[in-house]
């Protein structure tokens, strides 16, 4: 439930009509084909030739809505003169009328006026009108008009229809990564793989961060979302095996060669997580992490460890070398979904045996998530050129740099003038010959 409170003050100048108590019209029903905020439509309006201090608060609630409905809010107007106003006595309730069983039709939307009887003023002529479909007989809404009202109530309805999917960013620059780290003897080694560059059965792996921000204009963060992870694993560059996150394999298992089958089903079970030591209930599994107290709502492709939601461990995923496509989905809860896909090269650079041969040690950014600007921080085995690449989620490029550096620490500084299209997700590329890191910048709002 939402509860939003405003409260309009409304001075209406004195005129020579005859004085009498203050005449009110309530706003119109609304019905939105796209999803709008909820505080920006039409509110009271009054006829008041003595200049009352009158006041309109309303209060909103979520309520459940129909199927063909996004979101149904009651906005409950309370009118009043604040000179004259106890909060203690009853209000005058103003039924919402509803001449029609067909919810747009215009009758079922006009709000109505409140005048004393007799009126015809105008545009101040009581409403006579149906109150339900169901009786034809019209109702003068002069009777709920009172020269000494303590108060008048009435609920206003905002229907909204969404036919927009959500968006979605974080998935729009594809993704190399060179590995140039030392091979896990435990993850993606067993009789069931092969990687025909090397002749081992032991596939070399790299950690792959995938995340995706979702937000509705509609539902806000009452999203959700979904992915399929296409991979290949036998490295000849077809995706034959799917991780569908709505159906994982077990953990520490991928269901190989599915690719083809009708909602990705069946398939070889093969082991990844060959740890020893380590239970079916530790073992990694794949995952969709939707982070806490995010706006964008934020998700993340992790391994998870664990049962229990509140002591399960995430990591990144490592996945062998190769090309990849990571397929992401969200749903905003309305019956409309948004799509998008990201590419992954995770490549073979030179496999460190010591940090004298490293070339990049110690790659940071700090702090991340970006408040105002952040630190790319690195270090240098040996004096290297760089080139360092930015670009924002949807894949235009924010800024690039070379310069040529001497061994030991550096840092590049990332501002207003990098991150200049706004909160969201930023992606850097930070590259010598050979060699790249990679990884993603969070601006905040």
Request: aromatic share 14%; glycine share 8%; hydrophobic share 40%.
């Amino acid at each position: 439930m939402r509860l939003i409170i405003f409260a309009i003050a409304l001075f209406v100048p004195a005129t020579t009509v005859l004085a009498q108590s203050y005449f009110v019209r309530f706003p119109n029903d609304v019905y939105l084909i796209d999803c709008q905020e909820t505080d920006e439509f039409f509110r009271p309006e009054f006829y008041s030739p003595d200049s009352l201090p009158l006041q309109a608060v309303f209060t909103d609630t979520l309520l459940p809505s129909p199927v063909d409905l996004c979101l149904r809010v009651g906005r409950r107007w309370l009118v009043y003169d604040s000179a004259h106003y106890d909060p203690a006595l009853p209000c005058i309730v103003v039924p919402n009328p509803t001449p029609s069983l067909f919810p747009p039709f215009l009758g079922n939307l006009i709000g109505p006026t409140v005048s004393a009887p007799g009126t015809t003023l105008w545009p101040w002529a009581p409403t006579s009108v149906p109150i339900t479909a169901d009786n034809s007989t019209p109702t003068d809404f002069s009777q709920f008009w009172s020269a000494t009202a303590n108060c008048y109530q009435y609920d206003q309805w905002i229907d909204q229809y969404d036919t927009n999917g959500p968006a979605l960013s974080g998935c729009a620059v594809p993704m190399t990564l060179t590995d140039a780290s030392a091979n896990d003897s435990l993850l993606w080694h067993d009789a069931n793989w092969w990687d025909p560059k090397t002749a081992t059965d032991d596939l070399r792996e790299y950690p792959v961060d995938l995340a995706l921000s979702v937000y509705d204009s509609c539902t806000g963060n009452g999203v959700d979302a979904r992915y399929l992870l296409f991979l290949d694993l036998d490295l000849d560059d077809v995706w034959e095996t799917v991780v569908n996150s709505q159906n994982p394999p077990p953990p520490g298992y991928v269901y190989f060669g599915n690719a083809g089958n009708p909602d990705f089903g069946g398939g070889e079970l093969r082991r990844f997580d060959n740890r020893p030591g380590v239970d079916s209930l530790h073992r990694y599994r794949f995952f969709l992490e939707r982070v806490p107290n995010t706006t964008p709502r934020a998700y993340r492709l992790r391994w998870a460890e664990g049962q229990f939601s509140d002591t399960v461990v995430y990591s990144i995923p490592q996945l062998p070398h190769g090309r990849y496509r990571l397929h992401w989905y969200g749903d905003d809860g309305c019956g409309n979904e948004s799509h998008c896909w990201q590419d992954v090269l995770v490549e073979a650079g030179v496999v460190a045996t010591g940090v004298a041969q490293e070339i990049f040690f110690g790659v940071s950014v700090q702090p991340n998530p970006v408040a105002g600007h952040t630190r790319l921080q690195f270090g240098l085995a040996a004096e290297a050129e760089l080139r360092l690449q930015l670009w924002a989620s949807a894949g235009q490029p924010a800024c690039e740099r070379r310069q040529t550096f001497p061994a030991g620490e550096h840092v590049f500084t990332l501002g207003k003038d990098e991150l200049r299209y706004g909160p969201g997700v930023y992606f850097w590329r930070l590259e010598t010959p050979g060699v790249w890191q990679a990884g993603r910048i969070v601006l905040l709002p």
